[in-house]
């Protein structure tokens, strides 16, 4: 409580500013929405976890692909149609938010605008075969043609050969799995913040006047708006089409590519944006305020790509490095600011009862990462010398971790894990597996507990004058 | 008496209400006490009587109220919330219902 006034000001407007922008309906709708759909994910990451890792473990040849395919079947529900769902999701989460009452209506307008943005024909990569289904004898079997055949068959001159073909009717994974989730996102919000617009607007209700029974109006009412804002998104996609592009494509290279380079350019961006989130909950609001909007949704499209990638066999890219999983794994050890490693030094050092008491009380919930009881009750909160190393720590150890995924002392994060998962454990499945990141997870215990220790003893002894 | 509780996941809430549970069933009262996410308390509030902040979220104290319509919301004691006060926040708990 040693802090001036003036910078008890500064501090008082930083809480402030956090928590209208984290506060702000778009930016809450969206965190709501990456909260309701992480359950997905998780189950997504088990998936991966056993197809990739337990399976070949115990099977092989034949008998592997055929089991694989469990896996790859629920990658295909979950990963691969993740942006499809986050898009109705998401329109649900901005309707209630809004308290806007018809919020299945906003599922559907979410849903249905994010696939009308879609690319009408994709590039299909031609395997070995095509195949094709006799037009004239809808009995006979469908026929399978080797490429080689079938590349004279089109008049290709010497020296090419067939490598992908255009496809219509079809969705390509790209657009409808972790890679459209920016798409999705955008255009959610967009096409749900105009349909809750546009039926707020009178002139455009139906009245069918007295004895219709109220909820055939009020089916009528939905229909206009969703008419106009589908119809507005369907001309968009029409004119980007024109010019041979999509929207997909365009976040892809504007808005996505660059935000997760901004992440994977070093650990800077994310431990900056740890550092005030942090420093926020030693004020008493939640940091998830900050990093909820500012990292969080990148992030976890990253480790979304890279479940994605590794389900599909593929090494991780190093600008993938950087995710989600080295926030919740390696730098949120028993909750935010690492205090499971406070609690640990209280029991096995300190000797003020106060203390002491708080910790038996917060010890389990801290190993599945609760520790709001160590925050409020140690406290932490305005606490100055616990502060310093409640912000400094996890920085810390975001880069450390950032360093040595780097420098492939341990593996990258391949798979979601549900930040509630015990330490140790979570780095091994977070890895796929990586038993270095186990015991590197055990030596950032050892580590927090180091810089804890003399911040905690300048706690007591602060609290010991102060109550004497 | 029906006290909704609400935090940022609802996980540190969740803690909070089996002790309040307890508290209340001790001291003989009627209560219904829940514990939820923001965004999941916002919807349900009208089922309840009284709306609990945890102090994490103080900052949703003012859109927690419209939602509410009139009943009252009260963003728990830093304090009390941390060390798990059950009998203290009831005890807020019944003040503001009273008043």
Redesign the interface.
């Known amino acids: 409580m040693a802090t001036s006034s003036k910078v008890q000001v500064i501090l008082d407007k930083f809480a402030e500013v956090s928590a209208r922008v984290g506060n702000q309906t778009h930016m809450r709708s969206l965190r709501d929405a990456f909260a309701t759909i992480t359950p997905l994910y998780v189950m997504a990451g088990l998936a991966v976890l056993v197809s990739q890792v337990v399976m070949p473990l115990v099977l092989s040849g034949d008998a592997l692909a055929s089991a694989q395919l469990w896996g790859s079947a629920i990658g295909l529900g979950t990963l691969n149609f993740s942006a499809i769902i986050f898009a109705g999701v998401l329109g649900y989460c901005l309707a209630v938010n809004k308290r806007f009452d018809n919020a299945i209506a906003c599922v559907v307008i979410g849903i249905s605008a994010f696939v009308v943005m879609m690319p009408q024909t994709i590039v299909a990569t031609v395997g070995s075969a095509v195949h094709a289904t006799s037009v004239t004898d809808k009995t006979a079997a469908t026929m399978s043609y080797p490429i080689d055949s079938l590349a004279g068959n089109l008049g290709m001159p010497e020296g090419y050969e067939l490598t992908g073909v255009d496809a219509t009717g079809a969705f390509a994974t790209t657009s409808t799995g972790a890679n459209g989730l920016f798409g999705a996102i955008v255009i959610g919000l967009l096409a749900v913040t105009l349909f809750i617009r546009l039926s707020g607007i009178d002139r455009l209700k139906v009245n069918l006047g007295e004895g219709v029974p109220p909820a055939v109006a009020d089916s009528f009412n939905v229909m206009i708006p969703m008419l106009l804002t589908l119809s507005v998104f369907g001309l968009g996609a029409a004119v980007l089409a024109g010019f041979g592009t999509d929207f997909l494509s365009l976040i892809a290279a504007c808005i996505d590519a660059p935000l997760k380079g901004v992440m994977n350019t070093g650990p800077w961006a994310v431990v900056v944006i740890y550092t005030f989130a942090n420093l926020l909950f030693c004020l008493g609001i939640h940091q998830s305020t900050i990093s909820g909007v500012l990292a969080e949704p990148i992030l976890t499209m990253l480790i979304i790509d890279n479940m994605a990638t590794f389900a599909s066999g593929q090494p991780i890219p190093a600008d993938h490095y950087m995710n989600m999983q080295i926030i919740n794994s390696f730098a949120l050890i028993g909750g935010s600011g690492c205090t499971l490693a406070l609690l640990l030094d209280t029991f096995l050092f300190s000797k003020s009862k106060s203390s002491r008491e708080i910790t038996k009380l917060s010890i389990l919930p801290a190993i599945f990462g609760v520790n709001e009881p160590v925050i409020y009750g140690y406290p932490v909160v305005f606490n100055l010398p616990l502060m310093i190393p409640f912000v400094l720590i996890p920085d810390l150890l975001i880069a450390a971790t950032y360093g040595l995924t780097c420098a492939g002392f341990i593996a990258p994060c391949v798979v979601q894990v549900h930040w509630t998962t015990p330490p140790v454990l979570s780095a091994f499945l977070a890895t796929g597996g990586d038993w270095r990141a186990a015991v590197w997870q055990v030596i950032e215990i050892a580590i927090a507990m180091a810089i804890y220790l003399p911040f905690m003893k300048v706690s007591e002894a602060s609290q010991r004058r102060g109550s004497s | 008496m029906k006290i909704l509780l609400a935090?940022?996941?609802g996980?540190?809430t969740s803690?909070l209400v089996q002790k309040m549970r307890a508290e209340a069933e001790a001291a003989g009262l009627e209560a219904v006490i829940e514990a939820k996410?923001l965004?999941k308390a916002?919807?349900s509030v009208a089922d309840f009587d009284i709306l609990m902040l945890?102090?994490?979220?103080?900052?949703?104290k003012a859109?927690a109220e419209?939602?509410a319509g009139g009943k009252p919301v009260i963003v728990i004691a830093?304090?009390d919330?941390?060390?798990?006060n059950a009998k203290g926040i009831i005890e807020q708990a019944r003040a503001a219902l009273v008043a």
């Open positions: 935090c940022n996941a996980m540190s803690l996410p965004n916002l919807e945890g102090p994490q979220i103080s900052y949703a859109e419209e939602f830093m304090a919330y941390g060390r798990m």
